[in-house]
């Protein structure tokens, strides 16, 4: 767990406890006692806190908050005062990262030392907590009340070097083989020191008006945090830092913690933690099926999505050849791309040489022939399945052997593009989502034929452009576009029986969604929307009333924002109201013999929401997504969905699978033949919801057998 060396009366205590040295109870019961007892050594003068692990520690062990462990003694609020009131000084000597109760330790150290490359942040917010071992005390005392509030309210990490000028760090080192000796010196010098205890307890926060500044930014973030539960409680808790003797701020930051710890946006915050751990865990991906080399990169299609791909992966240090079918589309392409750099470089984001560099570094083709030593290629052209085919044929015919033949197709069938190869096993979907050097979700999809090791691939690239990458089996829209679709067919048949688009998206922005439906199929485009349903004709001819007015809008060239009419009439970008659309909407509903009413918000969120949940049950059942948190991880950061809720398929849990079944059999039998056509329960939900057995025991259990 960790080692303790004696140098020249310095004890050095070497975490070792992989992976990330864990505070969890084995670790904290261990280390209190040895803190102890190096204080009652005479031959010590002073303790170094440090770690064999290139990380000093990933902090509090967050399988413990579901357990309850984290409460045994000592915890870590106890740890961090043993450190605190050691007789002797302690210093920790960070490399690596110090997130959350392993920054808390250090501040509870009398000094922090740290490597140039460390980082060192509170993330607790960001699971819907609060610092709950003196973080949000001892931070404001130690770097001063605006550092600390905006560290502990953005959850976001500083780094080395103004962590030193803040005051966070009391040195800072290279990171390198004189680390160590650096650090002992550190050590050395302080323990010769006359008085060298720190002690936060002595310290008061410096601010001339603690109570202004705090609302100053209570107002500052209110916009972000108005769904927030944790913001608020962070604050309370700075506050008391500022006005009250540190025992009892101490004792508000600890129940501030309990409380939040058992609210429902803590466990959607610890859900999603824990579904991006799980995320990269394939069914059929092992270990032995090692990644191929990755070191240049093609894109077919110089168009919205190739451009943003080409970008995500120059960024990433990639070099990337664009292929066009016109010396035209080319060279706009190239011209878009070397203007974002230009734009970065401008906003003061990159150095202009690094902007120029890597710009550099992007080249296009008109020729399949130049394509020959890439070892992926993205196809991003036009979403037609022929034009797919000519594309797919024509990588078979030149890429070389072992490269992997990729798709951004949102909706197209993988397995007929990869049929079209003589290697299907090479053959992958990477769904990215628009704007692609934005957006951090990526949908890897698993063709029947891909290979273990093409997906292995995938998800290491994935890491290196820093995208999520959730891996989806092969189906209509794949899982984040097919759980769209019954959400968007209930946004629009909800104007046909009489709600407004602002009445819809007012609900759905309520419910903390990112943007209303109506908004954002104004935003993606009408027409877009409109050609993915032509291709579906056939599917969904059985109901004549779906998307009706979207359709309408279509021909009647209302194609949303880029036309300034969609669903809204736009000023600017500002959405305005348009009496127009209940004209439309109340004449189909005539016209298709639909009843108009006063529809109620509740009935809103539920038509909308439930059928969505309902599609998740459908794809978790055919295993196009392998668990619960790989949809919510998707809906969260492809489709704006609240974090906060933890996603669709945690929220459905939350408010329990029998309110959601019985509000779909409610709605099966109250909306007639549409009821009937659309209200169907999946079966896991109707199983689930029967029996009393949540979503995630459910795929616990399975996990567990497997
Ligand atoms: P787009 O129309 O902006 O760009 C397509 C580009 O492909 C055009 O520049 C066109 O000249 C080029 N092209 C067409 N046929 C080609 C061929 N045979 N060879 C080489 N280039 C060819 O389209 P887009 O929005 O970038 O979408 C591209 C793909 O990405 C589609 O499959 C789409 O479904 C998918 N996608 C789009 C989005 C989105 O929000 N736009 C999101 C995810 C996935």
């Known amino acids: 767990m960790f080692s303790i060396t004696k140098k020249q009366g310095i004890a050095l205590i070497e975490l070792n406890s992989p992976p990330v040295n864990a505070l969890d109870l084995k670790m904290r019961k261990a280390l209190s006692a040895s803190i102890a007892e190096l204080g009652t050594d005479d031959e010590i003068k002073a303790m170094v806190i440090c770690s064999a692990l290139p990380v000093f520690c990933g902090g509090a062990d967050i399988n413990e908050f579901q357990t309850g462990q984290l409460w045994e003694k000592p915890d870590l609020p106890d740890l961090c005062l043993a450190i605190e009131n050691s007789i002797k000084p302690v210093i920790a000597a960070i490399v690596g990262a110090a997130m959350g109760g392993a920054l808390e330790v250090a501040l509870a150290c009398d000094y922090r030392v740290a490597s140039e490359d460390a980082v060192m942040g509170l993330p607790e917010i960001k699971l819907g907590l609060l610092p709950g071992s003196g973080g949000t005390q001892r931070l404001p005392r130690i770097v001063g009340l605006e550092v600390a509030t905006r560290m502990i309210l953005s959850g976001d990490p500083v780094k080395g070097e103004y962590a030193l000028s803040c005051g966070l760090v009391d040195a800072l080192f290279e990171n ?113 099926d090692q990644p191929r080399d990755i070191t240049s990169v093609a894109v077919i299609g110089a168009g919205t999505m190739g451009r943003g791909i080409a970008i995500t992966f120059l960024q990433a240090g990639y070099p990337v050849a664009l292929l066009e079918t016109a010396q035209g589309a080319l060279e706009l392409g190239l011209e878009k791309v070397r203007e974002h ?11 202009a040489d690094r902007a120029e560099a890597i710009a550099a570094n992007a080249t296009g083709t008109l020729s399949y022939g130049d394509l020959a030593e890439a070892d992926l290629i993205i196809e991003a052209a036009f979403e037609s399945m022929d034009v797919k085919r000519q594309i797919f044929e024509a990588l078979d015919r030149h890429a070389k052997p072992g490269a992997i033949l990729a798709s951004n197709t949102s909706t197209l069938d993988l397995d007929e593009i990869a049929a079209v190869t003589s290697r299907p096993e090479d053959v992958i979907g990477l769904h990215f989502f628009s704007p692609a050097n934005v957006m951090r979700l990526l949908e890897v999809v698993r063709g029947a034929k891909t290979a273990p090791d093409v ?85 969904i001819a059985h109901d004549p009333t779906y998307q009706a007015v979207q359709d309408r809008l279509f021909e009647l060239g209302r194609l949303g924002q880029k036309t300034g009419r969609g669903s809204y009439v736009y000023e600017g970008r500002t959405r305005v109201e348009d009496p127009e659309i209940v004209q439309i909407s109340a004449h189909l509903a005539d016209f298709h013999g639909v009843k108009r009413r006063e529809i109620d918000d509740q009935e809103i969120l539920e038509r909308c929401l439930f059928p969505l949940i309902n599609e998740g049950f459908l794809i978790l059942e055919e295993e196009i997504a392998t668990r619960p948190g790989d949809c919510d991880l998707i809906w969260v950061n492809g489709y704006g969905f609240p974090n906060w809720r933890g996603g669709p398929m945690h929220y459905a849990d939350e408010i329990g699978l029998s309110q959601i079944l019985e509000r779909m059999t409610h709605y099966r039998q109250s909306l007639g033949t549409y009821g009937e056509m659309w209200f169907t329960p999946a079966p896991l939900l109707e199983q689930l919801a029967t029996s009393g057995v949540t979503l995630d025991a459910h795929f616990d259990a399975k996990k567990e057998k497997s």
């Open 341 to 351: 750099f230009q734009r970065a470089s401008q906003k003061g984001r990159l150095s």
């Open 176 to 288: 390198d083989q004189d680390f160590s000796t650096h650090v002992l010196d550190f050590a050395t010098r302080v323990s010769h020191e006359g008085d060298p205890k720190r002690s936060c307890e002595d310290m008061t926060v410096k601010h001339p008006d603690p109570r202004g500044f705090l609302r100053e930014f209570r107002y500052q973030i209110a916009p972000k945090s108005k769904n927030l539960v944790a913001p608020e409680r962070c604050l309370e808790s700075i506050k008391a830092a500022c006005e009250l003797p540190m025992v009892e701020g101490l004792a508000q930051e600890k129940a501030g913690f309990a409380e939040l710890l058992d609210t429902p946006q803590s466990r959607a915050g610890r859900h999603l933690f824990f579904a991006e751990r799980e995320c990269t865990k394939i069914p059929g991906v092992t270990r032995a």
């Open 455 to 539: 997906i292995a691939t995938a998800i290491t690239v994935a890491k290196k452009i820093r995208k999520l990458p959730v891996t989806v089996g092969v189906c209509y829209g794949f899982v984040g576009n097919r759980m769209l679709e019954p959400y968007f067919r209930e946004g629009s048949r909800l104007l046909l029986e009489g709600a407004t688009p602002k009445q819809v998206d007012d609900v759905l922005e309520g419910f903390g969604m990112a943007m209303g439906i109506h908004a954002m199929a104004d935003l993606a485009g009408v027409d877009v929307g409109a050609r993915v349903r032509q291709e579906r004709r056939s599917e």
